[in-house]
């Protein structure tokens, strides 16, 4: 392994920044086509019900209207991971988002006005808004196919759970409850569709799975893949909500279609609340056992799964769930079952962290009871069943390097842990708190299809300018520019002279996607093995012409160095090459597969190649009065394998620390008799500046052998197990235990109410 | 009946005419092409859509477009010169205050204000400077050092 | 290839057809009072949002942001008069409000962003008749008054002669907000709070503002204004009452922070349930009094 290095590790800008700074890049509702037009979706009133008649008169008179569409006038491909979701529905509506006609129009009003004017009847059904009512006999169908109403089912384990339990001398026994959230990505949901005169589709997508995306949409408006091109211009956030097909997309699609016409479809933002996919929702019930020094003896675990009225990827976090469930820490027994039931609600899709933000939730605060039931401290029992590098988890997940341990002393020092535990009160209606939690998430893909892989193709040109063509995206995250510091690492050349192209699939090769915080790790890896191959070429050539021993020369600086002697100039090795008589290009390719593993039918096996690890500290205040909770500081401690950009990091850190923050304190969707109430910035809060805690952040360097340079991915973990971290000092801080997100003033108020630590102002005079 | 307007924008005389309804954002975006600012929300929640009006913060989501008559707008485009980005942009890019890159605009916009206002922000300041804007990738802290860095300088 | 945003969301169906920027307060009269269905517009803060998203488009938007005779900071012997178009972000750098009219600093201090700031105006803030405003809430505790003008005549109303109920004013349609007074109090402890983590960017999901004058120890005619919790910012009389010319202990703040949760008049809805509201009222209203009391 190289020991200095120049570009890795260094704080390098995102490549594309200037050009964000000064508002020159066009994100997709920025863009536009000649004679575009645009596109509005009709949606549900109702969240069951049968459609009667949909009358479209009123909507085709509106002047500057080209096409409505409804079921009746497309092939209504059934799609989705439960081939339960249609373009358009057909009969039958099952949430509020549910689609039931579109317009083109000329301008957006026009195609709004004409979406009101469409009228549609409806006879209501009877709905399910509660999970638990789902499973009930009796209770209403939402699929023929699936009359118990639960479509998907997992069930895993190791051990013993008897033996589990024989073998415990504390037991704790919890049901935990989480929500719905928003992604709020900035930049809300948008598709823009175009046809040429030969019939081939052109889509400016925001997909973060372009090739999975192309066979997919291709499959659901009848067409050949390979006369879809997938454009993916600079997109406002993804985190995970780009990762599946929305009915959305194929609307543009047929309205393209039918007016022959560009149409562009852009959410509104109460749009993008009521009709994008959330987090899953889901009830945890949870039990812990450890024996009397503390280690763990089991874990037994029944999650419920609001699925919602449809299929997407939400239906699929139990893989991630069940991982933390049977690994984080050592567990010899360990059983998960999960029941994924359709309810008349909106339905989830993946969202960074992919349930194990909620798995985690629940699992870290049994550690803690449990600590305190055995008398350890937090972190002393997280060191007691923390796991070793090489060890093999109950699941057969291989950690070949482990930084838990280190993340957790980490935390410590920095946190100046035992300082802060010994110090609660703050005033009269102020308590301070201090918690910890630990994860363990994917650190380098997740091998959920049969390739895992991505595909690279780098060329120097005759001015020694590398370009990288490589199969993944940038999402924001800043993957383009780790890869270009990879590439210019190991050619010795100047990142400004590195150009990566990630947004054509007319241009770049297959890869399976932005997700299960792969992109570092596998895109890594791709380019830098494409990397070595140019350079290899480039210095055997130099050896060749030179007459000099291959091992003696090395690339730095733009040029071919023999030890401190600069024998040629990057650029013109190149063009020697190209005008020799071997005429010969540089352009090598790569494609990289990870060398995990797809699980078996009972889920054993190791899903990746790498793992990562953290642990998180939460300082808080809890206002008594008003049950108002504050994060004060986060010390946050990554086991990263190997910094490869730590601006960029610490931005990834930094960001998901906040969004953890969000989903613990404020966001939650809040759904009523399946309705949206709050489907706005006014009344669903992500953080804002002024709430943002100081956040320090220490790195972890445990040198994963496989990753590129040692690296593992991190893109989800910051955002896993701050949630966890913030109760656990919650109960610190005021001995309540709350076992339901988010942690709003009201909530938080009414425990410590209910708990008798501060008087009900609220009560009436007379009862009190 | 349409407003007629003359203003200067990013330095330029302009003039439109537009309905008493349209907002300030959509004039930019639509009839000069402005970008820059973005639709966030519609709401006045985000701050995605906001620019300098007489160098004073504003939204142009909820900003009337007739009320820039006779006076003077800056939008994220304006912030830079011929010379290349201004040492606040700049900031904005060697912090890493970047990511996906959608609020960065308004952002900007913000912080300029509020350096305006008050050239030498506590960190406290700028928090609450930036309260109105809205990011969800980068968690703020970057952005916070970045304008920091700008009073450095 | 060109841009444009998600314009739906920023545009109104029929346009008005008359727009007005009147130089002086008389021809804004003028036009009040000559034009059918014209519409005051301020800042437009609350404006733009309900021709959006209520599409209530006027026949004619009368333009006051900029006029002149409506921006004063003027201070009189026994009162602080306050323009009807003077913004947020004014009174939140303004000494003499700081100075004089504290409890309108400090609504400022935790009211929308600084660009919502920048426009919104403090009659806008009391025309708009929100249950939630802010200032409105901190002027009633103030005993402020308002001055109206019409072609016909010219009235001082009190604030809760003023705002009549959710979205309703006591203006009638020619009539202009043009000035408000509040009130100088000498020796005056003052008190300002809100829900919410935020500092900012928060519609209050309970507010109370408190004013008294502390006199060798006793409380002279406390006010207790509440927003958020009633149809309109309401004062609390009953727990006035309670804490009127007494000393304070802890036993009589928390007879009164419970008879203010008591007899606001608070609904459930997405941004807390009545009952919350009400704890928050209590825990406010004895936060303002162990400020005084401390202090
Ligand atoms: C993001 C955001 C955050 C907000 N935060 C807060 C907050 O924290 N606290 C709060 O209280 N409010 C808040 N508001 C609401 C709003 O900003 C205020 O009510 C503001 O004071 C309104 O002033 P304006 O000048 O913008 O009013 P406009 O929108 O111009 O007018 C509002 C209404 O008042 C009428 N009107 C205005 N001036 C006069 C006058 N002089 N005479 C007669 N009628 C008149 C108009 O006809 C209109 O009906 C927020 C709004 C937004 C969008
Ligand atoms: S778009 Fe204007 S504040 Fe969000
Ligand atoms: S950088 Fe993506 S929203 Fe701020």
Redesign the pocket.
Known sequence: MTTETRWIGARVPKLDAPAKATGQVRYLSDLSLPGMLHGKIRRSDRPHARIVTIDIGQALAVPGVHAVLTARDIDNVAFGHGNDNNAFKNDIVRCIRDEIAAVAAETEEAAERACRAIQVTYEDLPAIFDPREALQPGAPVLYAEHPDNRPFTYSYGHGSIEQGEAESAFVVDNEFELTWVNHCCMGVSAILASFDAEGRLTLHSQTQVPFLYRRDMAAIVGMDPADIRVIQPTIGGAFGSKLDIYPFEPIAVHLARATRRPVRIVFSRQEEFRASPTRQPAIVTLRTGCDRQGRLTFRDAHVLLDNGGHTSWGATIPFVMMQTVSSLYRVPHVRFACDVVYTNNPYSGSFRGYGNLQATFAVEQQVDMLAERCGLDPLEIRRLNAQHSGEETGQGLVFSTCGLKDCLDSVARQSDWAQARSNREAGAKLRRGVGVAGLLHVGGGAKIYRSDGCGSILSIDDFGKATLVTGSSDIGQGSETVLAQIVAEVLGIDIARVRVINDDTDVKPWDVGVHASRTSYVAGNSALMAARQARDKLLGAAARSFQVPLEELSLRDGSVMRGSERLTALDRLVRSLHFSERAELLVTQAYFEPASVKQDSEFRGNVSPTYAFAAQVAEVEVELDTGVVRVVRVSAAHDVGKVLNALGLEGQIEGGIVMGMGYALSEELKIVQGMVLNPSF?DYHIPTAPEVPEIRVEFIETLDPTGPFGAKGVGEAPAICLAAAIANAVYHATGVRFTRLPLTPERVLEGLIAAGLVADLGASPCQA | MPVKLSFTLNGRPVSAEVEPTMALLELLRERFDLTGAKLGCG???CGACAVLLDEEAV?GC?TPAFAVDGRTVRTVEGLSSSEGLSALQQAFVSEGAIQCGFCTPGMEIAAASLLRQEPRPTPEQIRRGLE?NLCRCTGYVAMIEAVEAVNDD | MKGGPAREALRAVNPPTGYFRPDSVADALEILARVDQA????????????VRTQGQV?AAVVD??RLEE?QGLIRHPDALEIG??V??ARLLASAEVARDAPLLAQ?AD????PP??S????????????P??????ALLASDATVE?ASRRCRRSLAIRELVLGP?R?A?ASD????SVRVPIRPGAVWAFQ?SGRRP?????AAAVAFSAVLQDGHLREPRIAC?AVAPTPMRALQAERLIADRRLDPSLILACARRAAAEVEPIDDVRGSALYRRRLVGAFVSRCLEGCHAG
């Not at chain 3, 939630?132 to 809430?137: E, I, M, R």
């Not at chain 3, 009539?175 to 043009?178: A, D, F, K, N, Y």
């Open positions: 006014r | 709401e006045g929640e939204l909820l109105g | 519409r005051v517009v301020a800042g437009g803060t609350d404006w733009m949002l309900s006027p006051i942001f409506l009807a178009a913004t947020v609504a935790r009211f929308g962003s919502v700031r426009r919104a105006t403090i009659g806008g803030n009391l025309c708009n008749a929100s939630a405003a802010d200032l409105t809430v109206v979205r004013t203006l009539e202009l907000l043009v809100k900012a960017l928060e519609i209050s927003g």
